[in-house]
């Protein structure tokens, strides 16, 4: 411990940088496989079960690898009247946000990347960048076809950013702060306590936002197979669609956690103000260390979360797109703006969480 005090804050930051996207990177890899199993089990079927297990059990569980080699060996083909430079750019650019916003995810009591006040700010932002990649990859393609799926995309991810956004301004509110540490703070008090209880309009709207935004079912309009073959990655093989792929299943991820963090507490216990500081049941070894606030309810919510994109996947049917901009313009936003109103009203005249 002495020796890692003594490392300079850049050795710190830079270990736990590549720890994180190491972690990021495997559990994307792993998430394809989960959602493989889960939708499995829900139409009663195995899902991948012949590629490794470990001495009998998981079957399967190489499966992930096994896509990476076959997607390494495949030959990128680049369209001969392709924008041949913008082409190779646009999958890194959709994929780099989607590391990037880790630095700031508060992912224990103790442990940020880069504690900076504005993380907020700096999550919208680098949100908003990815969908840049999608409009240059169906535009450097030059395909009729790339073209259109990346502007129903484009405007797909602009429509339910604006919810989004206004989402936020209610857990600004509530938190009065723009640090994710400190949100998370915000929320201390037990399960109740938590920015859903109040701001459960809000909550709601940021979830179908997050499904939305990842272009995920039932909102994947841009690669609606019937109308637009795969949309903007049409052109797109190997490696190059394989950051697409990837770029898709990190912001499940990252979508997944930072709805842990703005609406349920991120790392904290639910047991968090029902349990005496005091209570026996802290002081068992291990069971103490469970009840107790950390990573592990972090990875608890988010799991839970991110199973949920699963499940909606195997369960509705793709939307219109003109539901799917309806949805977003005329229902989802003025939710938002009526809630934050309402909002403002509580803060106003002191009630509930905010009569202190």
């Known amino acids: 411990m002495e020796l890692w005090n003594s490392l300079p804050v850049y050795a710190r930051s830079t ?5 994180v996207t190491l972690v990021v990177i495997l559990s994307v890899a792993f998430t394809t496989l989960w959602e493989r199993k889960v939708i499995g089990w829900m139409q009663l079927r195995k899902g991948p079960n012949r590629v490794g297990s470990i001495f009998g059990f998981l079957p399967g569980i190489l499966q992930p690898f096994a896509d990476v080699i076959k997607l390494l060996l495949k030959e990128v083909v680049v369209p001969s009247a392709a924008n041949k430079a913008l082409f190779r750019i646009a999958p890194m650019i959709t994929l780099i946000p989607a590391l990037a916003i880790w630095a700031v995810m508060p992912l224990d009591p103790d ?10 700010l700096y999550v919208l932002s680098l949100t908003s960048v990815g969908v840049y990649g999608i409009i240059l990859a169906g535009w450097a393609s030059n395909s009729k076809y790339a073209f259109l799926g990346a502007m129903r995309s484009a405007a797909q991810i602009v429509a339910y950013e604006i919810a989004m956004g206004f989402a936020l301004v209610g857990v600004v509110m509530a938190s009065g702060t723009l640090n994710l540490g400190d949100i998370v703070r915000a929320q201390q008090g037990g399960f109740l306590a938590w920015n859903w209880f109040w701001l459960f309009p ?3 709207v940021y979830l179908i936002s997050g499904v939305a935004e990842t ?4 909102f994947d309009v841009a690669e609606g197979e019937s109308e637009i073959v795969a949309g903007f990655h049409v052109e797109y093989s190997g490696i190059a669609f394989a950051l697409f792929f990837l770029a898709e ?9 930072l709805t842990a963090v703005f609406f349920l507490g991120g790392w904290l216990s639910p047991l ?5 500081p005091d ?11 469970l009840v107790g606030d950390g990573f592990h309810w972090l990875f608890l919510k988010l799991f839970i979360f991110l199973t949920g994109f699963m499940w909606y996947r195997a369960t509705f049917p793709r939307y219109r797109y003109d539901q799917i901009m309806r949805l977003g313009w005329k229902i989802l936003i003025p939710v938002t703006l009526v809630w934050i109103a309402v909002e403002g009203l509580m803060v106003y005249f002191k009630i509930g969480p905010w009569s202190a």
């Open 111 to 120: 442990l940020v990347i880069a504690d900076i006040d504005a993380g907020l």
């Open 202 to 204: 809000l909550f709601i």
């Open 15 to 19: 270990f736990w940088i590549l720890v």
């Open 249 to 257: 299943y990190a912001n499940m991820i990252l979508i997944s956690a």
């Open 272 to 276: 968090d103000g029902y349990l005496a």
């Open 279 to 289: 209570s026996a049941l802290r002081d068992v070894p291990l069971l103490g260390g």
């Open 215 to 218: 272009n995920r079912a039932p």
